[in-house]
């Protein structure tokens, strides 16, 4: 099991925009027949206290379901540091539960740092753990060696 500290709340804070605009919406729109609410080609940014980017949520499709759980289809969150992409997760669909502050899936994930590309099936992400936890078949590639050799020498291990 491969882990990736997101190390921000980003993720939480998009996704619970985008649950408040589409209670907004559902409130707003009258609906003929009782059917599930869905918000379909959405973008959620979110933005530091200085109007900085910070993160932004994207999704084909995002479905309401009961006991405060999301559906989202075609999902990009896009990282951002100082203005400029950190990181970038894909993933086909998945689900987000508010009230565990949890999103899960078993679909394809991707995850792309710098010159580093996690990828794998079925994901866990902890809001509160600020961790994502590929759950099969994680693969990890370093476009550059760099990248490790950063990543090593912040834990204090210099080889």
Partial sequence: MKRYGAGRKTWFHALACLL?????????????????????????????????????????????????????????????????????????????????????????VSIERGGMKVTGRGFRYAVDGQRIEILNDSRVVLKDISVWKEAVGRRGYDR
Avoid: H, M
């Fill in 20 to 108: 408040l605009a589409a209670t907004a919406w559902a409130q707003k729109a009258p609906q003929k027949t009782p059917g599930p609410q869905i918000i379909r080609d959405f973008r959620v940014p979110e933005f530091d206290e200085n109007g900085v980017k910070k993160s932004e949520v994207v999704g084909e499709e995002a479905e309401i379901l009961e006991e405060g759980r999301v559906k989202i289809t075609g999902l990009r969150i896009v990282l951002f540091r100082e203005g400029q992409v950190e990181a970038t997760i894909l993933a086909d669909q998945c689900t987000f539960d508010r009230k565990e502050k949890l999103a899960f899936s078993n679909s394809e």
